[in-house]
Each structure stands twice: as C-alpha cells, then as structure tokens.
C-alpha cells in the first residue's frame, strides 16, 4: 500500500511564505509524478501544481503561478510546495498525490480523478 504523508502547514500572514513537504512510499512503488491540490472549506479540491519525476518539468494552475513553486528530492522521494506571497485566499487543506502509472504531460493530470494516492492533507491558514 502506497503511504503518502505531508507536513508543514500552519498559521501565516498575508504577504508571507510556507514551504509544504510530502513524501510518497510504499513496497515496490515507483514515482512517476506528483501533484499537489487544496480544497478551502464549501468548495472543491482544485489543482495547484504538478511535477514530471524524471526531468522535472511542472505546471500550476494560473492561480498561484509565479507566487508557488513545485520541487522534489528524487532520492527521496519528496516532494515539496514552496509558497510565496500568500493570499488569505490561498487559505486551504493542502493535499498531495501521486500515481503508479508512468506520467505524461499529454495525459490529464489537473483533476482528483488523475490521482491515485493521496494523503490526509495539511492545513494552511492565512491571516489577513
């Protein structure tokens, strides 16, 4: 069973920044990709960013592009959201997921259905 766990939520200020950590593992688990969601209270887990594992590419939803930036530690098998410039809109439940399948950027990768594990989320709060 593939454990996906994050950490490093917590309580910010609006202008600040937050750098959230996951790691993927499991018995015979190979990453291909991961991605990271949030879902703020009364509204749907929306994409927010996404990385290729082997050459490293990524992609964000126009929300948070060029305010967050996706990184990973392939040795590791982590993967990281470092967020800048932090909105109180931008105050979420952040998850993040993975998949066994190898990855593609043809393929869909921006909705819930596009992931397979996920973990328990990590709570960003954004003072105004």
């Known amino acids: 069973q593939v454990q996906v766990v994050e950490s490093g939520g917590g309580l910010v200020q609006s202008g600040g920044s937050l750098r959230l950590s996951c790691t993927a593992s499991?018995?015979?688990?190979?990453?291909?990709?991961m991605a990271w969601f949030r879902q703020a209270p009364g509204k749907e887990r929306e994409f927010i960013g996404a990385i290729h594992w082997n050459n490293d590419p990524t992609a964000y939803a126009d929300s948070v592009k060029g305010r967050f930036t996706v990184s990973r530690d392939a040795a590791q098998n982590n993967v990281y959201l470092q967020m800048n410039s932090l909105k109180p809109e931008d105050a979420a439940v952040y998850y993040c997921a993975t998949k066994s399948q190898p990855f593609t950027w043809s393929s869909s990768y921006t909705t819930v259905n596009d992931w397979t594990f996920w973990g328990q989320g990590t709570l960003v709060t954004v003072s105004s």
């Open positions: 499991g018995p015979k688990f190979s990453v291909y990709s």
